[in-house]
């Protein structure tokens, strides 16, 4: 089993910063990808960043240039810069990871972080 603890988040004003972080318990070198999802009230839950094993990262085209995904595994963990944080990035932020073993997927989630963004 994989958990995942969530820290950061909660109230900022428009154009400025937030750092979330997800610590696991397991080394992530052993974990596929990990990434941050957000789920905006009234919306579907939706890919806001994610990084590989290999250090690739991917962006929803909404947050390129202003979120910055980055892992230490030392510390076995990831975390999420977000600056310029605008009122559309207000939603529950779910920390994902996902281990491949033999070719099949086994997916976690942590409980989720609220960020709300005020104009």
């Known amino acids: 089993q994989v958990q995942l603890v969530e820290s950061g988040g909660g109230l900022v004003q428009a154009g400025a910063s937030q750092r979330l972080c997800c610590a696991a318990?397991?080394?992530?070198?052993?974990?596929?990808?990990m990434g941050w999802y957000r789920q905006a009230p009234g919306k579907q839950r939706e890919l806001a960043a994610t990084?590989?094993?290999?250090?690739?990262?991917n962006y929803a085209d909404s947050v390129k240039g202003r979120f910055t995904i980055s892992r230490d595994n030392a510390k076995n963990t990831v975390c999420l810069q977000m600056n310029s944080l605008q009122p559309e990035d207000t939603a529950v932020y779910y920390c994902?990871?996902?281990?491949?073993?033999?070719?099949?997927?086994?997916?976690?989630w942590g409980q989720g972080t609220q960020v709300t963004v005020s104009s």
């Open positions: 990084i590989t094993n290999g250090g690739r990262t």
């Open positions: 318990s397991v080394s992530i070198s052993s974990i596929t990808t």
């Open positions: 994902s990871a996902t281990r491949t073993t033999w070719g099949r997927n086994f997916d976690y």
